[in-house]
């Protein structure tokens, strides 16, 4: 399942076309443990990304072409504080197999908006929410996808338990989340690379490091699936892994990262690509600059 994690931005889902598996889906709010708790506020970032190196990543739900651009806009629109917010991710992708300037044209479009809620449990926060996707190709008809997923994850910061972790990285962390979902409805979106099967559920974790003030991070990201047509339901059938390294000099962002989907159950199509993604953070809210640890809004791919 992809993280369609794209381009300078970089790519960030079965039956007879069924769609390529990805989490395009980062944590609300850049995973950041600590923030607002009343108040409104729309907050986010405008990603562009390009695959270096792309032998399998496709650039349509059906799993034709191969991705060459990402472009992508993420919101959080907070009603109530990180109490509660609306996420909205916009995704496209293009196919570098098109002629000419067409390589650099969208061929999908994914949008995915639903709710979150996100509460202090010490020593980190545990965010709730549940969010709607549509994936469908732009440049001919085709197969299209939609799901709803409901979610928990929790949030935690090693410095805000241990100050001296946060001291001995220069005004760094090592920080993440850990992920459990469920696909409610889920008539399309597969439980492996190759398109076969359906996911039923997400567990995911992310971890990074960062030192010097947040300037220069490293990262692991590791998404699993599971299939609700195998006989084991729980059991893993996917599992994608990306590791990545992150510059940030706000309010930009630079990653590079490389990311390999794999089946886990039986031997299958593995989708692999390096790609590097840039991004611009925005904060509409007159409040002043967030403190450390609630000042990456821009999803990791």
Do not use: C
């Amino acid at each position: 399942m992809k993280l369609r994690a794209l381009p300078l931005v970089a790519a960030l889902v079965g039956a007879a076309l069924p769609a390529r598996a990805l989490d395009k889906q980062g944590s609300a709010h850049g995973g950041a443990v600590a923030g607002a708790e009343e108040g409104f506020d729309v907050s986010g970032a405008l990603l562009l990304g390009i695959a270096l190196y792309n032998p399998s990543y496709a650039a349509r739900p059906d799993n034709t072409g191969l991705t060459l651009m990402r472009y992508a806009a993420h919101a959080d629109i907070d009603l109530v504080g990180r109490r509660l917010s609306i996420p909205v991710d916009v995704n496209l992708f293009s196919d570098r197999e098109r002629p000419g300037a067409l390589a650099l044209s969208p061929t999908e479009g994914d949008v995915i908006t639903g709710l979150t809620s996100t509460w202090d449990v010490w020593p980190g926060a545990l965010e709730l929410g549940a969010r709607f996707e549509h994936d469908r190709p732009l440049d001919r008809s085709g197969f299209s996808q939609t799901y709803a997923d409901a979610r928990l994850r929790y949030l935690y910061s090693a410095s805000a338990v241990a100050p001296a972790v946060g001291r001995a990285l220069r005004d760094g962390d090592v920080s993440g989340w850990l992920t459990l979902g469920v696909f409610a409805l889920n008539p399309t979106y597969a439980a492996r690379p190759d398109n076969t099967g359906l996911a039923l559920f997400r567990y995911g974790g992310h971890v990074e490091v960062s030192l010097w003030s947040d300037h220069v991070s490293a990262g692991l990201d590791a998404t699993l699936f599971s299939d609700r047509r195998a006989r084991d339901v729980v059991a893993p059938s996917e599992i994608d892994l990306t590791p990545e390294l992150i510059g940030r000099l706000a309010p930009f962002e630079l990653h590079l990262a490389y990311e390999r989907d794999m089946p886990v159950d039986r031997p299958g199509l593995v989708q692999h690509f390096v790609y590097a993604l840039a991004g611009w953070e925005l904060d509409l809210s007159p409040r002043p600059p967030k403190a450390f640890t609630d000042r990456n809004n821009i999803h990791s791919p």
